[in-house]
């Protein structure tokens, strides 16, 4: 839920406790209209702790809403974003959709949510607004998210969302110092740049280590974050992370630090010297007509690659195509042939072996074409929104996407080669990501209402479960059929059983943006708003780190989990399992202001790695539009030593 201020709950408790009779009265007489229905305020018994966030419940056309207004403040620095979480409950009986629509969002705030729910009798699910803003900070503002039930589009529920940025000075009451040192020689590390970080990434303070290693930061201590944390009613973790960078050495981070009020936490940080060298050349490129490339995906032998062209449209800037092209490149760089289709394309797929390649578009149309080009079939949902989901199963025989003829929150199985639908089913809203497991034996869908799917293969839903709310944006299957992961604009990364048992949920301090896995699910790499995060299986946090902006799919982990490449702003940049950066290439056309200052419009964006981490791909933004393919190699130099990592040893001191 979002928050309401102190002050409002103040307000709150006293009418109701003082001045029940009155406002039942008043809210008994206002059965009259809102919205052309009728208001039934139903009573409930709420305590403190509940915030008063539901002292209404409000029905309209079969809908119930037990909220009327939502507060909340992001707390600078300690917040990147709001999240406001709505429960809508289906009273009537029978299916029924809403869609919410919110006012228009005022300058300097940005806001993502607000997907169509498929309610059955007596479900209730969420709707999720993600809000953030950026210095200079915007005003205080109110939206309006009017909920309408679309059996009855003229009755409606409209729920006030009152959001505000709130920027607090926090006491820097405690000190973190130490030295950086060589962890094989213990000579001193001079240069070393050391940074520690809230919880939301905004930095806390910064140094360089000086010639002897040392280095010393004031930092607000565990009982001034916790003061904070509870008085404004912060979302996330009290707790500062620290990350040490120092040219030739491993990336180094610590989390999770709370140093006591008074006190001194002391490190001695012995950095592991880098020991091996990545060198890749660019094989080819080749640039695309008109618009940015979207995706780019290879065949399973890297011998042929499918791309597509899309646009975010935003206002002033760029307009939405009306047309745009579907490519087929070989391995080697040329062109086998390009297809006109109507609209962009976020959705490319290709089979493994190559011989299919399928596009969705946002003018409702799914393409399906043979390697030597010719159209095998073609189906249009052109009334119920863009296709931006393409999956090809493993063995190529299926071919899924959403929505499908049937309606705008179907997804549908059909068969490749011909077209044939094989069964379908309705989501919420439209289909954002669909995998398939390893042996083509269950289907995993996310969707824009909030929630993942897990089908068999026939098309019998085992379950369904929330992903966080809004869009999803990675969904990864483990190929042992034990597990999937999946997160978005909700802000969280969940993690399910295939019962469908909720594992572990991590959160992030704004939307994640895409992600990506190994099979079998050992490493799992996010990117939230310029903060890169490795977890494992467990969902324990193994690094974060800060990075440039990135491209709006543009992140690839190797199978083995060892590589990582990023398309960032200002580089295209392979990671160790480290975190480490090992190379980087710079030498691609950002443009000028304001595109060179949009990642989606300058980076790479969409990015893949092969197998052995070999060969690296990545299609780049509205600001270059080339296809580029690195080939390359990561060789071990001098002895590793044996029985050595990174070393830290830490005490607290008063």
Known sequence: MGKLTLSRSLRILILTLLSSFILSFIQVAALGTHGNVGLAYIPKAKTIEEKFSQVFRVQSAGIEVEVEELSDSLVYPLERACKFTIPVRNMGGHETRIHPRISEVPEGWICVGGGDLLLRPGEEENLVYMFTALPPWP????????????????????VNLRIEVEAISLTFDAEIKGR???????????????????????????TISLQDGSFSLMVPSAETLDENYENHNVSGEPALYLEVLAEGYEYYSLSDIRVPRGETLNLEIGLISLRVEASYQLAWKQQVEGYEIWKCIPSEDWSLIAVCQGEHGIEGLMTPPEHTYVYLFNGNGQLLWEKLIDGESW????????????????????????????????????MHG????????????????????????????????????????????????????????????SSTDGYTYLFTIEGQLL???????????????????????????????????????????????????????????????????????????????????????????????????????????????????NGTVLWE??????????????????????????RGASMILAGFGET???????????????????????????????
């Open 624 to 654: 270059d539009r080339h296809l580029r393919l690195f080939i390359g190699s990561i060789q071990a130099v001098g002895e590793w030593p044996t029985g050595l990592g990174i070393q830290t040893s830490m005490e607290t001191a008063k």
């Open 347 to 382: 959705a490319v797929d290709i089979t493994a072996d190559g011989s299919m390649i399928a596009s969705g578009s946002h003018s409702g149309k799914v393409y399906v074409w043979s390697r030597e080009g010719g159209l095998l079939w073609q189906l249009s949902s052109d």
């Open 463 to 577: 379950w369904k479960r929330y992903h966080g709310g809004y869009l999803p944006l990675i969904l990864k299957i483990s190929e042992g059929n034990d597990m999937i992961v999946v997160g978005g604009k909700g802000q969280e990364l969940y993690a399910y059983d295939f019962e469908g048992n909720l594992l572990w949920k991590f959160q992030a301090p704004d939307i994640i943006q895409c992600g990506d896995a190994t099979p079998d699910l050992s490493r799992i790499v996010i990117e939230s708003k310029g903060l890169l995060y490795m977890l494992d299986r467990e969902g324990n946090l193994l690094w974060r780190r800060s990075i440039s902006p990135i491209g709006h799919n543009a992140i690839a982990i190797s199978p083995d989990g060892h590589y990582i490449v990023v398309g960032s702003m200002d580089a295209l940049r392979l990671y160790n399992s």
């Open 386 to 445: 863009p296709i931006r989901e393409v999956r090809f199963s493993h063995s190529g025989r299926y071919l899924a996407f959403g929505p499908t003829p049937e309606g705008r929150g179907y997804v549908g199985l059909y068969d490749a080669e011909i077209g044939e639908l094989l069964w379908s089913y309705e989501t919420g809203d439209h289909v954002r990501e669909i995998e398939f497991s390893l042996d083509d034996e269950y289907l995993v869908v």
């Open 180 to 206: 950086v040192i060589d962890g094989r020689t213990m000579n001193p590390l001079p240069g070393a740049r050391v940074r520690v970080c809230y919880w939301s990434g905004y930095p806390c303070a910064e």
């Open 585 to 610: 290439y710079t030498d691609f056309e950002r443009g000028q202001p304001p595109y060179c200052e949009a990642s989606f419009l300058c980076a790479a964006q969409n990015v893949q790695i092969s």
């Open 139 to 158: 005003d205080p503002a109110v939206l309006t998210v009017t909920i309408e039930n679309l059996a009855d589009p003229s009755s409606y529920i409209t």
